[in-house]
């Protein structure tokens, strides 16, 4: 059974920082590339970072320099570090496995407000 679990989220003032955590079972971690996605009320959900199964890094304009995706394939877990957090970040972010099939994890809410 394959699961994603992300934690880390919370309540953050502007200018702060959030370190997010998914951890993988079921899956060859390190053979998926991995992405952090976020969706705000009422908007679609879009990308965030993306890390390739061989670590190369993709980030969403919205967040380069800011944000830094990582992963661990001894841990089976990806992080993305968010730094410089705007009230715009706000969202539930969720954690993305691809290789051949797509799995998803449950969400975490992260709030920037003062």
């Known amino acids: 059974q394959v699961q994603l679990v992300e934690s880390g989220g919370g309540l953050v003032q502007p200018g702060g920082s959030l370190r997010l955590s998914c951890a993988a079972s079921g899956i060859i971690f390190s053979n998926y590339a991995m992405g952090w996605y976020r969706q705000a009320p009422g908007k679609q959900r879009d990308l965030v970072a993306l890390i390739s199964s061989r670590g190369s890094t993709t980030y969403a304009d919205s967040v380069k320099g800011r944000f830094t995706i990582s992963r661990d394939n001894v841990k089976n877990t990806v992080y993305l570090h968010m730094n410089s957090l705007k009230p715009e970040d706000t969202a539930v972010y969720y954690c993305?496995?691809?290789?051949?099939?797509?799995?998803w994890g449950q969400g975490t809410q992260v709030t920037v407000s003062s």
């Open positions: 993305r496995a691809t290789q051949y099939v797509d799995y």
